[in-house]
């Protein structure tokens, strides 16, 4: 009689059947309800990112690629301009050329220019190296701070403008005492990066050394006027870069943002200042040929000139070195 009871309980039409499949089925459309509840609050708080999140978060490494990609293109832009001119395809003269034709003061101008050029990267490597075998001076160059990066600004500003506002005079002068003082500047700025070591510094200067003397080349035998109209748009570039290189300060190239600004500031600025190296290359060799001369003119200033072609030269040094050390940026 229990049995049959028990059956009798347990039947498909039975009330205690149907009360235990009901509450089944209803827990599992709350359980459904609040997983649809969860997912899409977890999608609300995906889409409602803060800037700050976004830009904070991990770099992913696209900014550096997409960096190298672009240098990658400009060396073989550069080296197919150099085969172009340098094999004379060009069907105008350049600056080879017509050096068979320049007078013999011309000659003398860019000659000069170039000594003053090499003498400028000699005092600066000997004031970067003497800085750094001392403590005491490696302790201030080396200061961080808005009051630094104005002070450092403020002195190779000042000093190359007072370098340039001297009236050219043929050694001793007051001229070539405030070369040497900017010259002095940078090499102190700049001294810190001896903390990379011997091998670095030594592969950055014969790579800058390789890419400095390519784009020279090319500069000379392309046509005197090729890359003289480049002063609009490499100004521009130039404060892209400037304030990519103040935004990197700040944010380390470890987050999203602040890859993409070293991206800039390295890469960007590696092929920027490739490109001011041929414009004022072919700078150099129109006002050699086109300086008055005769009496009253003034004097050419060969100082001037070679300011140019030596502050592009530290800016590619500086990008370089920074790049060797990082690795490529493999640690990304």
Not at 152 to 181: D, E, F, H, N
Not at 296 to 324: C, E, H, K, Q, W
Request: a positive charge.
């Amino acid at each position: 009689m229990l049995a049959s009871r028990l059956c009798g309980v347990l039947r498909p039409g039975s009330g205690l059947l149907r009360s235990a499949t009901s509450n089944k089925s209803s827990s599992t459309i709350v359980r459904l309800y609040a997983q649809d509840a969860r997912g899409s609050f977890s999608r609300q708080a995906a889409r409602r990112r803060t800037l700050k999140e976004q830009v904070m978060e991990p770099a992913s490494g696209r900014a550096i690629s997409a960096g190298q990609g672009a240098l990658a293109g400009a060396a073989v832009l550069g080296l197919g301009g150099l085969a172009y001119y340098g094999l004379g395809l060009s069907n105008e003269m350049g600056a080879v050329e017509k050096q068979m034709m320049w007078p013999q003061y011309v000659k003398d101008r860019i000659r000069d220019t170039y000594m003053y050029f090499g003498g400028s990267i000699l005092a600066t490597a000997g004031t970067a190296a003497a800085i750094f075998r001392s403590p005491a001076a490696m302790n201030i160059v080396m200061r961080q701070g808005w009051v630094a990066l104005g002070v450092t600004l403020a002195a190779m500003i000042g000093s190359g403008m007072v370098a340039r506002s001297v009236p050219y005079q043929a050694a001793p002068s007051a001229k070539q005492a405030a070369w040497l003082l900017h010259c002095a500047v940078i090499g102190a700025v700049i001294a810190p990066i001896c903390l990379l070591g011997g091998p670095i510094l030594t592969r950055a200067a014969w790579y800058t050394a390789g890419m400095v003397g390519g784009l020279s080349t090319t500069a000379v035998c392309a046509p005197s006027d090729k890359f003289l109209n480049w002063g609009g748009p490499l100004a521009m570039g130039l404060g892209v870069v400037f304030c990519a290189s103040l935004g990197s300060m700040f944010l380390p190239p470890t987050t999203a943002l602040g890859s993409g600004l070293y991206s800039v500031a390295m890469y960007g600025g590696l092929i920027l200042f490739g490109a001011f190296l041929l414009y004022d290359t072919q700078k150099i060799i129109y006002k050699a040929e086109r300086h008055p001369v005769g009496y009253g003119a003034p004097p050419f200033d060969p100082v001037n000139a070679s300011i140019s072609i030596y502050m592009d030269t530290i800016n590619i040094f500086i990008r370089i070195a920074s790049i060797l050390a990082s690795g490529g940026n493999r640690r990304r």
